[in-house]
Structures are given as C-alpha cells and as structure tokens.
Nanobody, 115 residues
Framework: QVHPVESGGGLVQPGGSLRLSCVYG????????MGWYRQAPGKQRELFAT??????RYSDSVKGRFTISRDNAKNTVYLQMDSLKPEDTAVYYC??????????WGQGTQVTVSS
C-alpha cells in the first residue's frame, strides 16, 4: 500500500456522529505523528487533529467534539466525530501531521452534514 485509504464518511444530520478510519502505509513509524486533514469546497486543506506518543491535539473548531485515536498494530488511525455541524462538511484525509513526510494523498472520504 502506497497511499492512505480513508473510509467511513457519509451523509449525516446536524448533531449526528460518524467514525472515520484510515489505513496508512506500513512504512510509517509508530513514532510518527499522524493527523486528520479536511478540505471543504473552495477552501484549503487543513490539519485539525494529530496524535503522537505524547498526546493529541485539536484545532479549536473541533475540540470537544472530535476524538482521534490510533492502532499501531493495524496501521490505522480513527476519528470519532460527534455533534457534527454543517461547517464540518468536507473531504477528510489522513497523513502524517508533518507535511514534509507526506508522499501521497489518498482519495479521502466525503462527510456531508445536512438536514
């Protein structure tokens, strides 16, 4: 596997929840911070959540609503998204949190929050 493979997106009503998964390459060290990015229509791709050995970090826009986790044995990173808002609508991607380590982007998974 060369690029990350994201899954779990879909259409959800405001206030709903989704859980995203991302399988990344075996070449990524468990010491490498992994992150979730998202890109909304007409906007730049942004990093909003990272996880590494010393903790997790979130942007203010998702803090308290989203939870990032990781299973190193499965080379998988997860994103639990609760209390979803329409402004969370975007394509979601995972990759190392340090952009200098990114080789490829996956297809992403679409999340649409709408009533």
């Amino acid at each position: 596997q060369v690029h990350p493979v994201e899954s779990g997106g879909g259409l959800v009503q405001p206030g709903g929840s989704l859980r995203l998964s991302c399988v990344y390459g075996r070449g990524v060290s468990r010491l490498t911070a992994m992150g979730w990015y998202r890109q909304a229509p007409g906007k730049q791709r942004e990093l909003f959540a990272t996880i590494r050995s010393d903790g997790k970090r979130y942007s203010d826009s998702v803090k308290g609503r989203f939870t990032i986790s990781r299973d190193n044995a499965k080379n998988t990173v997860y994103l639990q998204m609760d209390s979803l808002k329409p402004e969370d609508t975007a394509v979601y991607y995972c990759n190392p949190g340090d952009r200098r380590l990114i080789e490829y982007w996956g297809q992403g998974t679409q999340v649409t929050v709408s009533s």
